[in-house]
Protein backbone atom coordinates (compact mmCIF):
# COMPACT_ATOMS: atom_id res chain seq x y z
CA UNK A 1 0.00 0.00 0.00
CA UNK A 2 2.81 2.61 1.08
CA UNK A 3 5.17 1.81 -2.56
CA UNK A 4 1.39 2.30 -4.34
CA UNK A 5 0.96 5.53 -2.39
CA UNK A 6 4.80 6.71 -3.03
CA UNK A 7 4.19 5.73 -6.99
CA UNK A 8 1.32 8.00 -6.82
CA UNK A 9 3.05 11.10 -5.15
CA UNK A 10 5.79 10.59 -7.58
CA UNK A 11 3.88 10.68 -10.78
CA UNK A 12 1.95 13.93 -9.65
CA UNK A 13 5.12 15.59 -8.68
CA UNK A 14 6.79 14.55 -11.69
CA UNK A 15 3.27 16.36 -13.59
CA UNK A 16 3.35 18.81 -11.91
CA UNK A 17 7.07 19.63 -12.58
CA UNK A 18 6.35 18.73 -16.56
CA UNK A 19 3.67 21.48 -16.38
CA UNK A 20 5.94 23.92 -14.48
CA UNK A 21 7.92 23.41 -17.90
CA UNK A 22 6.16 23.17 -20.74
CA UNK A 23 5.17 27.52 -20.51
CA UNK A 24 8.75 28.18 -20.45
CA UNK A 25 9.15 26.22 -23.74
CA UNK A 26 7.13 28.51 -25.32
CA UNK A 27 8.98 31.51 -23.62
CA UNK A 28 12.34 30.03 -26.40
CA UNK A 29 14.52 29.31 -23.27
CA UNK A 30 17.53 28.03 -25.99
CA UNK A 31 15.55 29.45 -29.13
CA UNK A 32 14.65 32.49 -29.76
CA UNK A 33 11.49 34.53 -27.63
CA UNK A 34 8.25 34.33 -28.77
CA UNK A 35 6.36 37.77 -29.58
CA UNK A 36 3.14 38.78 -27.41
CA UNK A 37 0.84 37.29 -29.93
CA UNK A 38 2.44 34.24 -30.35
CA UNK A 39 3.20 33.81 -26.21
CA UNK A 40 -0.77 34.01 -25.99
CA UNK A 41 -1.57 32.06 -28.78
CA UNK A 42 0.42 29.05 -27.67
CA UNK A 43 -0.80 29.28 -24.11
CA UNK A 44 -4.48 27.73 -24.80
CA UNK A 45 -6.28 30.00 -22.34
CA UNK A 46 -6.92 33.46 -24.50
CA UNK A 47 -8.48 32.40 -27.75
CA UNK A 48 -10.86 34.97 -27.31
CA UNK A 49 -7.84 37.60 -26.80
CA UNK A 50 -6.56 36.23 -29.80
CA UNK A 51 -9.35 36.30 -31.82
CA UNK A 52 -10.40 39.64 -30.77
CA UNK A 53 -6.64 40.87 -31.77
CA UNK A 54 -6.56 39.59 -34.99
CA UNK A 55 -10.25 40.94 -35.53
CA UNK A 56 -8.91 44.64 -34.91
CA UNK A 57 -6.23 44.09 -36.79
CA UNK A 58 -3.90 44.51 -34.12
CA UNK A 59 -2.06 41.51 -33.97
CA UNK A 60 1.04 42.85 -36.54
CA UNK A 61 1.13 45.91 -33.84
CA UNK A 62 1.73 43.34 -31.09
CA UNK A 63 3.93 41.13 -32.70
CA UNK A 64 6.59 44.53 -33.31
CA UNK A 65 9.05 45.88 -31.67
CA UNK A 66 7.77 47.04 -28.43
CA UNK A 67 8.28 47.01 -25.76
CA UNK A 68 4.53 46.52 -24.42
CA UNK A 69 3.20 45.24 -20.83
CA UNK A 70 -0.48 43.86 -21.86
CA UNK A 71 -3.08 43.15 -19.26
CA UNK A 72 -4.02 39.69 -20.74
CA UNK A 73 -7.82 38.82 -20.04
CA UNK A 74 -8.53 34.88 -20.16
CA UNK A 75 -10.94 33.03 -22.08
CA UNK A 76 -12.97 32.93 -18.29
CA UNK A 77 -12.53 36.32 -18.25
CA UNK A 78 -14.33 37.33 -21.88
CA UNK A 79 -17.32 34.34 -20.35
CA UNK A 80 -17.89 37.05 -17.38
CA UNK A 81 -19.27 39.60 -20.07
CA UNK A 82 -22.89 39.64 -20.83
CA UNK A 83 -24.14 37.12 -23.55
CA UNK A 84 -23.45 37.88 -26.73
CA UNK A 85 -20.97 40.97 -25.82
CA UNK A 86 -18.16 39.11 -27.60
CA UNK A 87 -19.52 38.06 -30.46
CA UNK A 88 -21.26 41.58 -30.80
CA UNK A 89 -17.81 42.64 -30.35
CA UNK A 90 -15.97 40.92 -33.23
CA UNK A 91 -18.49 42.33 -36.03
CA UNK A 92 -16.53 44.31 -38.67
CA UNK A 93 -18.80 47.09 -37.62
CA UNK A 94 -17.29 47.26 -33.53
CA UNK A 95 -13.80 47.17 -35.01
CA UNK A 96 -13.25 51.35 -33.82
CA UNK A 97 -15.20 50.23 -29.91
CA UNK A 98 -12.84 46.56 -30.22
CA UNK A 99 -9.59 48.62 -30.81
CA UNK A 100 -10.38 51.15 -27.88
CA UNK A 101 -11.11 47.95 -25.73
CA UNK A 102 -7.89 45.94 -26.39
CA UNK A 103 -5.71 49.21 -26.27
CA UNK A 104 -6.63 49.57 -22.57
CA UNK A 105 -5.32 46.69 -21.57
CA UNK A 106 -1.55 47.94 -23.23
CA UNK A 107 1.01 50.11 -21.53
CA UNK A 108 4.08 51.17 -23.50
CA UNK A 109 7.19 50.05 -22.39
CA UNK A 110 7.73 46.68 -20.22
CA UNK A 111 6.79 46.89 -16.56
CA UNK A 112 7.54 43.74 -14.48
CA UNK A 113 5.73 42.57 -11.45
CA UNK A 114 7.92 43.67 -9.20
CA UNK A 115 8.47 47.70 -10.53
CA UNK A 116 4.36 48.36 -10.27
CA UNK A 117 3.03 50.93 -8.21
CA UNK A 118 -0.24 51.87 -7.09
CA UNK A 119 -1.76 54.59 -9.24
CA UNK A 120 -2.74 55.84 -12.31
CA UNK A 121 -1.28 53.93 -15.68
CA UNK A 122 -1.45 56.01 -19.02
CA UNK A 123 -2.47 52.67 -21.91
CA UNK A 124 -2.07 52.82 -25.46
CA UNK A 125 -5.49 53.97 -25.82
CA UNK A 126 -4.94 57.27 -24.36
CA UNK A 127 -6.81 56.10 -21.28
CA UNK A 128 -5.89 55.53 -17.67
CA UNK A 129 -6.21 52.20 -15.84
CA UNK A 130 -5.78 52.46 -11.72
CA UNK A 131 -3.39 50.06 -10.22
CA UNK A 132 -4.49 49.09 -6.61
CA UNK A 133 -3.35 46.38 -4.15
CA UNK A 134 -5.86 44.88 -1.93
CA UNK A 135 -5.48 42.19 0.71
CA UNK A 136 -1.81 41.38 -0.80
CA UNK A 137 -3.39 41.11 -4.62
CA UNK A 138 -2.95 43.45 -7.51
CA UNK A 139 -5.73 44.93 -9.11
CA UNK A 140 -6.06 46.87 -12.40
CA UNK A 141 -8.74 48.90 -12.65
CA UNK A 142 -11.26 46.14 -10.65
CA UNK A 143 -9.51 42.89 -12.36
CA UNK A 144 -7.43 40.96 -9.93
CA UNK A 145 -3.95 40.32 -11.73
CA UNK A 146 -3.78 36.34 -11.60
CA UNK A 147 -0.13 35.64 -13.35
CA UNK A 148 2.53 38.03 -13.88
CA UNK A 149 5.82 38.61 -15.48
CA UNK A 150 5.07 36.22 -18.51
CA UNK A 151 7.84 37.52 -20.62
CA UNK A 152 7.73 37.53 -24.63
CA UNK A 153 10.71 38.92 -27.27
CA UNK A 154 8.75 42.19 -27.17
CA UNK A 155 7.45 42.83 -23.83
CA UNK A 156 5.63 40.71 -20.64
CA UNK A 157 2.10 39.81 -20.04
CA UNK A 158 0.33 39.54 -16.78
CA UNK A 159 -3.44 37.76 -17.29
CA UNK A 160 -5.78 38.77 -15.43
CA UNK A 161 -9.59 37.46 -14.22
CA UNK A 162 -11.57 40.08 -16.11
CA UNK A 163 -11.33 42.34 -18.99
CA UNK A 164 -10.73 45.81 -18.94
CA UNK A 165 -13.56 48.06 -19.88
CA UNK A 166 -12.29 51.79 -20.58
Known amino acids: MKIENIKSLALFLASISFTALVPAAHHGDAHKQADIVAVASSAGVFNTLVAA ?33 VKTLLKPESKDKLISILTYHVVS ?56 IP
Not at 69 to 80: I, L, Q, R, S, Y
Open 53 to 85: VTAADLASTLQGDGPFTVFAPTDEAFAKLPEGT
Open 109 to 164: GKVMAADVKAGEVVTVNGSSLTVSLKNGNVFVDNAQVTKTDVNASNGVVHIIDSVL
